[in-house]
């Protein structure tokens, strides 16, 4: 049985029919599904990726076949819209109320100039899309700094095969939120491609207005087309000069006290708990401590007259590359390789050390002992503590002896130098202190030494920091005060020079002769240049 010719037309174009609606059916679930799965597989991608993912994303809605004048294709975190558009274009706004996942309010509003660009510049007519994606989620437009955004929202905009930039009128994008937004620093930003080094991008603020319309509501006036959000930051209460330094005071000393109470609580806490201190490990942790405080000071004080070698004896090409980064590495490191040495070498070698002590009562001699964490090999304390100590203090001792015969011999070529006796025996003092000679007077534990011996080094000794305070006080002001005489003399000689006839070539005084310019500490190649250094203290 034959068919009519119009009923086999009407079966053809009913199947041809069938099959373009299955065609369209069957893309536009491929598209829903990439983005349920650009949605659920966020956190095993690595950032880098996201560029090739999203514009994946927009190569699909770009091709994608519908007959109505828009499609909307929603999942629970990313919802996209794509929009025919003629070059007779009188605007559109979209909002959330077009996608039934949103999980947050949003408008765009897109001005009538939006095509007219793109409709100028094509020479044939063609169909101009508007593709528009929600995110509910930052993941893929997070920057080197995570920056924060408001819901999380990102709002992209893009017309498809022309890029809209420029535009007189703007674009609006509307964010609210469900609670106030005042103690929030709000900024509309843009996605900015290739401007991230380990991300994909960057959020700009180029082109883009922000308008706080309420605490709920957030407008950016923006004038292309792109990927939109509202960066959120906490707001920072500005503090004025008059307030700022009191409160920096305040903080300087409470921070110090602090301190200082912590390090009396630690020391306390340990003292009153004698059961805890002479534990095995915590009594060899205390004493490798100890020992390593005690070669890291005296360590110090040899890198110290090092430096003063430097100075006083060589002179000329001094000059080490990364010198104190060098000179910590060696003061810090070197101690405790010593002690990390010795706990591998000998893991005896710390702990409970008994130190017998005599007392008399009447006419009967009774001893007693106690205990302290320390070293406990009288070989290694012979070796790493008092060894130590001699070949830093003869090292320091020779430098210093050095130093005052410099001193002595640039007094004896001045006429006048009673004035300066004072601040030489300052200075003599000072560097005494600083390389350490106070501790080579355990040295003297012999005989009828022993006792004056004990109360000056623990005197000395335990005062060794207040000491250094003192000296750091006291060269300050002193540079200072040059400071100010360096400035008063400039200010003299620059007054001298402008009263001086421009014809006339100016005549040599007292003042610019007394004012000439020491060479810089350090730096001088000059004959008697070192000497005229050590005459400031604060050498």
Not at 14 to 32: C, I, K, M, Y
Not at 285 to 313: P, R
Not at 372 to 398: D, H, P, R
Request: glycine share 4%.
């Amino acid at each position: 049985m034959m068919l009519p010719k119009q009923t086999f037309f009407f079966l053809c174009l009913l199947a041809d029919w069938s099959w373009a609606n299955e065609a369209h059916r069957r893309a536009t679930n491929e598209t829903v599904e990439y983005m349920k799965f650009l949605e659920t597989r966020t956190f095993f991608r690595k950032r880098q990726d996201n560029q090739r993912l999203i514009h994946s994303l927009e190569a699909k809605l770009k091709n994608a076949n519908f007959s109505s004048g828009n499609v909307t294709l929603q999942t629970n975190n990313i919802q996209s819209l794509v929009f025919k558009l003629t070059c007779d274009f009188s605007g559109l706004t979209i909002n959330s109320s077009y996608l039934e996942k949103a999980q947050t309010r949003h408008i765009m509003q897109f001005p009538t100039e939006l095509t007219q660009r793109a409709c100028k510049a094509r020479e044939a007519p063609q169909e101009l899309r508007l593709i528009c994606i929600y995110f509910d989620m930052k993941y893929f437009f997070q920057d080197d700094d995570n920056s924060l955004l408001l819901n999380d929202n990102i709002l992209g905009a893009s017309l498809v095969n022309h890029s809209v930039s420029s535009l007189r009128q703007g674009i609006n994008i509307s964010f609210w939120h469900n609670e106030s937004l005042e103690r929030y620093d709000l900024t509309c930003v843009f996605w900015k491609e290739g401007a991230g080094k380990a991300s994909w991008g960057a959020w700009s603020t180029a082109g883009c207005e922000t308008i706080l319309i309420s605490s709920y509501q957030v407008l950016c006036h923006c004038d292309h087309l792109t990927y939109f959000a509202v960066l959120m930051k906490l707001s920072s209460t500005e503090i004025s000069m008059e307030l700022l330094a009191p409160l920096t005071y305040i903080s300087i000393v409470g921070c110090s006290l602090s301190t200082v109470a912590s390090l009396l609580t630690i020391l306390l806490h340990f003292y009153s708990s004698p059961s805890l201190t002479f534990q095995p490990v915590a009594c060899v942790a205390m004493a490798a401590l100890l020992h390593y405080s005690l070669l890291s000071c005296l360590t110090w004080m040899a890198i110290e007259g090092f430096n003063l070698y430097l100075l006083l004896v060589r002179v000329y090409n001094i000059y080490i590359q990364r010198y104190i980064l060098k000179l910590c590495a060696f003061g810090w490191g070197f101690p405790g390789f010593v002690v990390l040495l010795l706990l591998l070498w000998k893991s005896s070698a710390y702990g409970r050390y008994e130190i017998q002590i005599k007392t008399s009562q009447e006419n009967d001699a009774n001893s007693q002992n106690t205990s302290i964490c320390w070293i406990k090999s009288m070989e290694i304390q012979w070796v790493f503590v008092m060894g130590y100590a001699g070949v830093t203090s003869l090292f320091n001792l020779v430098i210093l002896i050095w130093a005052v015969k410099m001193l002595h011999g640039l007094h004896c070529r001045e006429k006048k130098w009673e004035s300066r006796i004072c601040r030489d025996i300052t200075t003599v003092l000072g560097l005494s202190v600083l390389l350490g000679v106070t501790w080579s007077l355990p040295f003297f534990s012999f005989s009828d030494f022993l006792l004056p011996q004990l109360f000056l080094s623990t005197i000395f000794n335990s005062l060794y920091g207040f000491f250094l305070f003192l000296w750091f006080c006291a060269q300050k002001r002193h540079s200072d005060l040059e400071a100010e005489t360096s400035s008063s003399l400039q200010m003299i000689r620059t007054g001298l020079q402008s009263n001086h006839s421009p014809l006339r070539s100016p005549q040599p005084s007292s003042l610019t002769c007394s004012a000439s310019p020491v060479p810089p500490y350090g730096t001088s190649h000059q004959e008697g240049g070192v000497e005229e250094d050590m005459a400031h203290p604060e050498t």
